[in-house]
């Protein structure tokens, strides 16, 4: 290729990004230095400032800095939770059989998720094994909603707690419903097979790992109304996990911003039934 046709097929393909983000609605312009085009990929994952990954995720999963959010749980959760005062969160592998991570792989055909690794395991299984997260709702919920989490996720005997969260951590955001099975978020599709197709390369998306596990299936799931906090352990640094019984998980105390970048404050615990905790809680007596 002459120095000439590698000038045209860079400006054709800082022209077709633009063009794609522009038709989905995100105003942000990429210049060629925002992005590397090597032989396989085009990606900004080198980028210090990843201006096109990061327009995208934030027109499409915006970060929280603070909200106030329910949590349903069981009864001896709950007293766990307000007895040791601190708060799990889990890892993202128990989801593993959902396919939510899968899902997301298979609809906007990420192939090197989906190819199997080493150990005769998806790629994307390895990405749920350092990935901790919890799970909380809206408060504004309508009495059929509000039933529904009581009854699949409080049991019978459960409590509802609210909380106030503050986060100096990116990764507390909204889910991302699937609006139709099997479509894929439109600007995400349109970059992977316009530069796979028109460019002979494949899209990589700087966080890629990390958004899969905010995207469910709307069928499934998007009475939920669901928001996430999420936790990547590294070896190197940062809070590591607590293994117990086969499983493992994360504590933040309350009260505190944690190393995680998050900060809990409970300012109400809702049940049938007073549970055992500290008076310094504010209880208050669900309706029947």
Same mark, same amino acid.
């Given at each position: 290729?002459?120095?000439?046709?590698?000038?045209?097929?860079?400006?054709?393909?800082?022209?077709?990004?633009?063009?794609?983000?522009?038709?989905?609605?995100?105003?942000?312009?990429?210049?060629?230095?925002?992005?590397?085009?090597?032989?396989?990929?085009? %990606?900004?994952?080198?980028?210090?400032?990843?201006?096109?990954?990061?327009?995208?995720?934030?027109?499409?999963?915006?970060?929280?800095?603070?909200?106030?959010?329910?949590?349903?749980?069981?009864?001896?959760?709950?007293?766990?939770?307000? !007895?040791? !005062?601190?708060?799990?969160?889990?890892?993202?592998?128990?989801?593993?059989?959902?396919?939510?991570?899968?899902?997301?792989?298979?609809?906007?055909?990420?192939?090197?998720?989906?190819?199997?690794?080493?150990?005769?395991?998806?790629?994307?299984?390895?990405?749920? %094994?350092?990935?901790?997260?919890?799970?909380?709702?809206?408060?504004?919920?309508?009495?059929?909603?509000?039933?529904?989490?009581?009854?699949?996720?409080?049991?019978?005997?459960?409590?509802?707690?609210?909380?106030?969260?503050?986060?100096?951590?990116?990764?507390?955001?909204?889910?991302?419903?699937?609006?139709?099975?099997?479509?894929?978020?439109?600007?995400?599709?349109?970059?992977?097979?316009?530069?796979?197709?028109?460019?002979?390369?494949?899209?990589?998306?700087?966080?890629?790992?990390?958004?899969?596990?905010?995207?469910?299936?709307?069928?499934?799931?998007?009475?939920?109304?669901?928001?996430?906090?999420?936790?990547?352990?590294?070896? %190197?640094?940062?809070?590591?996990?607590?293994?117990?019984?086969?499983?493992?998980?994360?504590?933040?105390?309350?009260?505190?911003?944690?190393?995680?970048?998050?900060?809990?404050?409970?300012?109400?615990?809702?049940?049938?039934?007073?549970?055992?905790?500290?008076?310094?809680?504010?209880?208050?007596?669900?309706?029947?």
């Amino acid at each position: 290729m002459t120095m000439l046709q590698q000038i045209r097929a860079k400006e054709s393909l800082i022209t077709d990004i633009n063009s794609i983000l522009y038709k989905n609605g995100i105003n942000e312009t990429i210049n060629y230095e925002d992005v590397t085009k090597d032989e396989k990929t085009v %990606s900004d994952l080198a980028k210090i400032n990843a201006r096109l990954s990061d327009a995208i995720i934030n027109h499409l999963w915006p970060s929280i800095e603070s909200k106030c959010v329910y949590h349903y749980t069981c009864r001896k959760k709950a007293e766990s939770i307000l !007895n040791k !005062n601190s708060f799990r969160l889990t890892n993202i592998s128990k989801r593993y059989n959902d396919g939510e991570i899968k899902t997301f792989c298979e609809t906007h055909d990420l192939k090197g998720y989906l190819k199997e690794g080493k150990d005769g395991n998806p790629e994307y299984k390895s990405l749920m %094994s350092n990935t901790y997260y919890a799970s909380f709702t809206d408060i504004s919920l309508t009495k059929e909603q509000e039933q529904y989490f009581w009854t699949n996720f409080a049991s019978p005997d459960g409590v509802r707690l609210k909380i106030e969260i503050k986060s100096e951590n990116h990764d507390f955001r909204k889910i991302y419903y699937e609006q139709t099975k099997g479509q894929p978020i439109q600007v995400l599709y349109d970059l992977i097979k316009c530069i796979r197709e028109k460019h002979s390369r494949e899209f990589v998306l700087k966080g890629m790992s990390r958004l899969c596990s905010f995207y469910l299936s709307g069928e499934d799931y998007e009475n939920e109304n669901e928001f996430r906090m999420l936790y990547r352990v590294w070896n %190197s640094s940062g809070p590591q996990p607590i293994v117990s019984d086969k499983s493992s998980f994360i504590e933040l105390p309350l009260g505190t911003m944690s190393e995680c970048g998050f900060k809990l404050n409970i300012t109400e615990v809702c049940a049938f039934e007073k549970p055992n905790m500290p008076e310094t809680y504010f209880f208050s007596k669900r309706k029947a």
